[in-house]
């Protein structure tokens, strides 16, 4: 079933593309039957970021207007680059789009259950309630949390593309009776008030234009009482944006995962208790001095790489740099030979230059991708609040 192009806010269509299709080359190759899409989504992307760069010198002058533009585009911008990256991130990553504590001894694969489950524990999820998964991506943690719990879990993803691919699946995984996902926008949520027994996310809402606006969504549909836990992308204190260097390695990590601006841990918390949430707990898990660091790998190492004679580290050869260089040169011949529509290969360097930086920010600690909490909606509760006033 091919799906019909979808218009986003803007005009500007989205690739066409069939969720039933496993192989990454068969989905370039359905790609390249709308070539002229593809490449209008991904000049749409760029513009974006092109402002920040000073034509004459390449050097980076981001300022308050250019965040604020990809602020008010910040739907528009994070439904492009999906678009344009969800094959190669499962080509390369695997179902689950994240990053995970990289404990020594267990494999890639088991760390990133481990990381969606730990959030099903904290949640106290179990058979017959009801979850959101805010910002569901293709449905590889919310398939294993509703696995690891038996709770029914509803995705929130308002990428077409991704919400099809979940559906479908769950459905040839057997369990589209406890998961399903749904198109919508998270910052104005297509649910009732106070009709989930819980909610997380799992590095999603730093795409929002405003954490404000996510978390009062977040706030509004959970029943008091009910709780939302979360690994969010933040800047550190270790992060200083007046330090050229630095600014252009986070200003990288934005660029090449579609976030307008990141937050700090102080503005992330603030932003929960503004909404009305009442904190119960938060820390850093890619802290260097957290109390399990000697147990862990860094967690950006699967990006930069380790070439010890390990078949679990062979394994993940197409996410380290060799592997990403490869798949560079594969995806540059295949769009010489116009087996891949254009703008594939800026695509594959858009990626390349978001593992780069990663890697850059994960070593001075920057930022963080698995800031942790979980949070509470008071059992007095009705509605979010905001800016003081509760609706």
């Known amino acids: 079933m091919t799906r019909v192009a979808v218009q986003p806010t803007g005009g500007v269509p989205t690739p066409v593309q069939d969720p039933k299709l496993s192989g990454f080359l068969s989905r370039l190759k359905v790609k390249n039957t709308d070539t002229a899409s593809h490449k209008d989504t991904v000049d749409s992307y760029y513009k974006y970021w092109d402002s920040d760069r000073n034509v ?18 910040s739907d528009k911008l994070t ?21 995970a504590r990289m404990f020594k001894e267990t494999t890639f694969k088991n760390c990133v259950a481990q990381h969606e489950d730990f959030l099903a524990l904290k949640l106290g999820l179990k058979p017959g309630m009801q979850c959101v998964d805010v910002g569901c991506g293709v449905g590889g943690p919310l398939r294993e949390i509703a696995k690891f719990s038996g709770a029914t879990i509803t995705g929130l993803n ?29 910052q104005a949520m297509p649910f009732p ?5 819980a909610a997380y996310a799992i590095e999603a809402t730093c795409h929002a234009a405003r954490l404000e606006n996510v978390y009062g969504e977040i706030f509004r549909v959970l029943k008091p009482g009910s709780k939302f836990s979360c ?18 390695v986070i ?6 995962n579609s976030i307008s601006k990141l937050y700090t841990i102080p503005q992330c918390l603030a932003a929960l208790r503004s909404v009305g949430f009442e904190i119960e707990e938060y820390c850093d898990l890619a802290d260097p001095n957290s109390p399990l660091a000697d147990a862990q790998d860094p967690w950006y190492l699967p990006l930069k790489g380790s070439y010890s004679l390990n078949m679990e580290q ?29 703008g594939t290969r800026k695509v594959s360097s858009l990626l390349n230059l978001a593992a780069d930086a990663l890697v850059a920010a994960g070593e001075q600690h920057l930022m963080t991708p698995m800031f942790y909490f979980t949070v509470r909606k008071p059992l007095n509760a009705t509605g979010a609040i905001t800016n003081g006033v509760g609706h």
Not at 56 to 73: H, I, K, M, W, Y
Not at 231 to 248: A, G, M
Not at 251 to 256: L, P, R, S, T, Y
Not at 315 to 331: E, F, Q
């Open 251 to 256: 200003h990288d990590v934005e660029e090449g």
């Open 193 to 197: 008030a106070a009709s989930f027994d």
């Open 56 to 73: 004459s010198t390449t050097t980076l002058v981001e300022d308050e207007n250019s965040v604020a533009a990809r602020r008010a585009g």
């Open 79 to 99: 439904n492009h680059f999906y678009d344009l990256v969800t094959d190669f991130y499962e080509y390369g990553w695997g179902m689950s789009f994240h990053f």
């Open 314 to 342: 062979i394994g993940r050869w197409r996410m380290t740099p060799i592997g990403r260089w490869m798949t560079d040169k594969m995806v540059f011949t295949l769009e010489t030979a116009r087996l891949a529509p254009a």
């Open 231 to 248: 690994y969010e992308w933040l800047t550190t204190e270790r992060y200083n944006p007046n330090d050229p260097k630095q600014l252009k």
């Open 158 to 186: 308002n990428n077409a593309y991704q919400v099809e691919r979940c559906n479908h699946l769950a459905k040839h995984l057997g369990l589209s009776s406890i998961c399903k996902a749904q198109k919508g926008d998270f």
